[in-house]
């Protein structure tokens, strides 16, 4: 199970949905810049690149 610290709502592992499924063929790393930027310039960045049928990872 998992739980939504924020929610306290569970979900089994099971329900977790897996089809569609996508092979990945090609992963590369580009970084989009979020710092020295503008709120708006980052999340329009960001979206741009979603508008592209990328994926977008985040890491802290």
Same mark, same amino acid.
């Given at each position: 199970m998992v739980l939504g610290e924020q929610t306290g709502l569970w979900v089994s592992a099971s329900?977790?949905?897996t089809i569609p499924h996508y092979?990945?063929?090609s992963i590369t790393? #580009?970084?989009i810049e979020t710092r020295k930027v503008s709120q708006a310039g980052a999340i329009a960045d960001i979206k741009t690149v979603l508008d592209q049928? #990328?994926?977008v990872y985040l890491g802290f």
């Amino acid at each position: 199970m998992v739980l939504g610290e924020q929610t306290g709502l569970w979900v089994s592992a099971s329900s977790i949905q897996t089809i569609p499924h996508y092979d990945i063929s090609s992963i590369t790393e #580009q970084r989009i810049e979020t710092r020295k930027v503008s709120q708006a310039g980052a999340i329009a960045d960001i979206k741009t690149v979603l508008d592209q049928n #990328q994926a977008v990872y985040l890491g802290f």
